[in-house]
């Protein structure tokens, strides 16, 4: 079974300083991960994706997340913040079986202050 | 413009009541899923379908019906609609080759039930 940890259901960072989302993740098989972001009152966007290639992912708007086996990680990061990063980021598993039907974490919603 | 067609994107209904959510891609994708998204629960997989013709249950899908009788469309049935069914729905598509590259989501219907 796979199954998906988003550790804080809300970050709250300054504008300009990093941004740290943390996710955890449980599969059975070599996992597909992504990170997906949503606006308020918009549709869910692809931030990045990992599909078993580098582990170190660059994604749209200066994300990027890095996979670590050892530890079931995939936490998203961003050195500098922007007040428009405000939105709320889902951390999602595919995995082998599932006709790649995903899993979503609860969600973790970034609040940035100016 | 190619991607993932929803409608309503609004909708209102009165316990008992059914309707239909309609959704259409044209990308040509076989996979096609519906998912509901209420507030601190991520988003929840309600059925899916890998083909036309062929439908399975996800997580949550008391109170759902799905037919897939063409590719492009993949239409989700309230047959007698509840209060706990007020949700956002969202529908996705994707296909076999490209699961690991995420899936495309529809903008969304915001149902509520009263």
């Known amino acids: 079974a796979q199954s998906v940890t988003q550790l804080d259901s809300h970050v709250s960072v300054s504008e300009g300083t990093p941004v740290l989302l943390r996710c955890n993740y449980s599969?059975?098989?070599?996992?597909?991960l992504f990170w997906y972001v949503q606006h308020p009152n918009k549709g869910l966007q692809l931030l990045l994706k990992y599909t078993s290639a580098a582990t170190l992912v660059k994604g749209i708007n200066g994300f990027e997340a890095e996979f670590k086996k050892s530890e079931t990680s995939f936490h998203l990061t961003k050195p500098s913040a922007h007040m428009s990063d405000a939105a709320e980021y889902f951390c999602v598993v595919s995995a082998r079986g599932s006709q790649g039907n995903l899993i979503f974490g609860k969600g973790t919603k970034l609040s940035v202050k100016p | 413009n190619a991607g993932v067609t929803q409608t309503p994107k609004f909708q209102v209904l009165k316990t008992g009541q059914s309707m239909t959510l309609q959704c259409a891609q044209d990308m040509n994708h076989e996979y096609m899923s519906w998912y509901r998204q209420d507030p601190g629960m991520g988003l929840r997989l309600i059925h899916y379908s890998v083909g036309a013709g062929i439908t399975d249950q996800g997580e949550v899908p008391n109170g759902y019906n799905v037919s897939r009788s063409t590719t492009e469309d993949f239409p989700l049935r309230l047959l007698s609609a509840a209060p706990s069914q007020t949700s956002v729905y969202f529908c996705?598509?994707?296909?076999?080759?490209?699961?690991?590259?995420?899936?495309?989501f529809g903008s969304g219907t915001r149902l509520t039930v009263v």
């Open positions: 599969s059975s098989y070599s996992p597909s």
């Open positions: 996705a598509s994707s296909s076999p080759e490209r699961t690991n590259y995420g899936y495309t």
